[in-house]
């Protein structure tokens, strides 16, 4: 018979165009396969292989071995003439054996090749996978401890002591346990950044935060509150003894010599404890209480301990009143000047006077300085103070002047702080030109420890100062152990010896030696010299004898209102004339 083999009609157009002897197809099998009839001899068997090619070969078929030879059979087709009677397979007669290992070697490799790609692909995202977990945990690790932990000195911060204080207060709870809280702030720290500026500063607090991390426990939780505070939580407190023992260790650690760049400088430390449950079991109140005995370590001289106790909370809040209180004085104008008057002990003559202030508060009435000037000066509203002050003085002076009165020198006592201020000389020449106040009759006084804070600083500022044909003078000098090598460098014009060395004249032999040995240095480097707190007739004589004929103290005259000082300018010449020596 004509054999018959089925073909797709893309694979069918070679095979009409090559052979001449390829009838049309017979029967439409499909729209995409035809029934194609061919006759052909067993030399032209080649010729059909060449033809068909693996596009064929690779539709659906399978082999068949038959005679000890293998055939290519298209599979699923079951060929039938036109009287539907079974024809047969399609087979091609010749060997199949190198069409047969080709195609298999070919499924397999691809097999193996689409697999081993499976398994790199799996591998390669799984690695990717990986590695981007790993990076995001990395990612997130270091987010979290930056938002808890302080950026400075890698200390835990704010929020990670809050959380850490609500959980040794739960295990507190739970076990029935006591745990201290200390509060420590180190004294002073503001003068470090003011005059030797803010990274030196975040270099001390470095090493203060590595001493204190030797000095406790590692159960203990040290953490970083900001600025110049830390707290510490020290959790199954035994007895209090034992915390006792820990802030005077602390407090000596810290007190230590820093060195930093050839700058020695020295910390001293206030610690404030409170303990749970004693005190409170609250976090919030156990952190304030801490805060509020810190406070009481300040007000009992610095570098020490304090325990909370209920008092504190009263004093605390005193503060916390007396700030507001300062700051509203400061805007409804309540702080006036009183003046104390600046006598030549040997003539009598008033030669000038020093500018003291007052707060006149419309319910206390009358503060003294030393009730709210230590904390002007802590919460920065000495500077507003010190201007409020300079306005008022040289305005007054200023209208003494105009009337002929002749006050003298205007003493100002300012503090570094002010001096310090970028635009302290153009607020001081502004204050000046609206008073019609001139440099000659001014002279600023600066103490001798705030001299000493900063005596580098202290030397380029006064210099300044200087040359605008202001006074300068040292206040409560012999208090601040200045060195005389910064001294005789200072472009100072007068000393000014301190009330103490003058209370024991003339029969302390420590004061006399200490009052004649600054009047004696004061003649070496050609300055003037003045006395205060001076209250007695012999003082007086005592000083005017050794060579300070200047006096200022009660002996005199007590700081009075402007309207007294008028009255006293008015009748200069009998006022003191009882008192000459």
């Not at 049309?24 to 001899?41: E, G, P, R, T």
């Not at 919030?284 to 909370?313: F, H, P, V």
């Not at 060195?483 to 000014?496: E, F, Q």
């Amino acid at each position: 018979y004509t054999p018959l083999f089925l073909i797709s009609k893309k694979a069918a157009e070679p095979i009409f165009e090559y052979s001449k002897d390829a009838d049309d197809y017979l029967a439409k099998f499909s729209d995409d396969y035809l029934i194609v009839k061919y006759k052909s001899s067993v030399k032209d068997e080649e010729t059909v292989l060449d033809v068909i090619d693996e596009r064929i070969i690779g539709e659906d078929n399978y082999f068949r071995k038959q005679n000890k030879k293998e055939y290519l059979i298209f599979k699923s087709f079951i060929l039938k003439d036109y009287n539907e009677r079974d024809v047969g397979y399609f087979v091609f007669k010749n060997e199949m054996d190198y069409y047969k290992n080709t195609i298999m070697f070919i499924r397999w490799f691809s097999v193996a090749i689409a697999i081993l790609i499976i398994i790199v692909i799996a591998l390669l995202v799984n690695i990717l996978i990986k590695k981007y977990t790993k990076k995001l945990d990395e990612q997130k690790e270091i987010l979290d401890f930056q938002a808890h932990h302080d950026a400075l000195t890698g200390l835990p911060n704010r929020i990670l002591f809050n959380d850490r204080l609500e959980q040794a207060i739960a295990k507190a709870k739970r076990q029935k346990t006591e745990f201290a809280l200390l509060f420590i702030d180190l004294d002073r720290f503001k003068q470090i950044n003011d005059s030797l500026g803010h990274l030196f500063g975040d270099k001390v607090l470095k090493v203060i935060s590595k001493r204190l991390q030797g000095v406790v426990r590692k159960e203990d939780s040290l953490s970083r509150l900001g600025g110049d505070e830390f707290t510490l939580l020290i959790e199954d407190l035994k007895q209090e003894i034992d915390v006792s023992a820990l802030a005077k260790k602390i407090i000596l650690v810290l007190s230590e010599p820093i060195i930093i760049e050839s700058n020695t400088i020295y910390i001293t430390t206030s610690v404030g404890i409170s303990v749970f449950p004693k005190d409170d079991t609250d976090a919030d109140n156990l952190l304030k209480y801490a805060d509020a005995a810190m406070y009481r370590a300040k007000e009992e001289g610095r570098n020490n301990y304090q325990y909370y106790s209920t008092e504190m909370t009263e004093l605390a809040l005193k503060r916390v009143i007396m700030e507001a209180s300062l700051r509203r004085a400061l805007e409804n104008e309540e702080f006036v000047v009183y003046y104390q008057p600046q006598v030549n002990g040997k003539t009598g003559e008033i030669v000038g006077m020093e500018a003291l202030v007052r707060w006149k508060h419309p319910t206390e009435g009358l503060i003294y300085p030393n009730s709210f000037i230590p904390l002007a000066q802590e919460t920065g509203l000495i500077i507003a103070i010190d201007q409020s002050v300079m306005k008022i003085a040289m305005k007054q002076v200023a209208q003494w002047y105009s009337k002929g009165l002749s006050p003298g020198v205007l003493a100002l006592n300012l503090a570094m702080k002010q001096l310090g201020q970028d635009n302290f000389l153009e607020v001081l020449l502004s204050i000046m030109q609206e008073s019609g106040f001139k440099p000659e009759w001014l002279e600023l006084e600066v103490t001798e420890g705030e001299i000493m804070k900063n005596p580098k600083n202290a030397i380029e500022v006064l210099k300044k100062i200087s040359d605008m044909g202001i006074e300068l003078a040292v206040d409560d000098f012999g208090t601040g152990y200045s060195s005389l090598s910064y001294l005789k460098r200072l472009p100072i014009d007068k000393l000014k010896i301190d009330k103490s060395f003058v209370d024991g004249v003339p029969n302390d032999e420590e004061d006399v030696s200490i009052a004649r040995a600054i009047i004696a240095l004061a003649y070496s480097l050609k300055l003037s010299v003045i006395a205060e707190g001076v209250e007695s007739r012999e003082q007086k004589e005592f000083l005017i004898k050794n060579g300070c004929s200047h006096i200022q103290g009660y002996y005199y005259s007590k700081p009075i209102p402007s309207e007294e000082m008028e009255e006293m300018l008015n009748n200069r010449d009998t006022k003191f004339n009882n008192l000459i020596f």
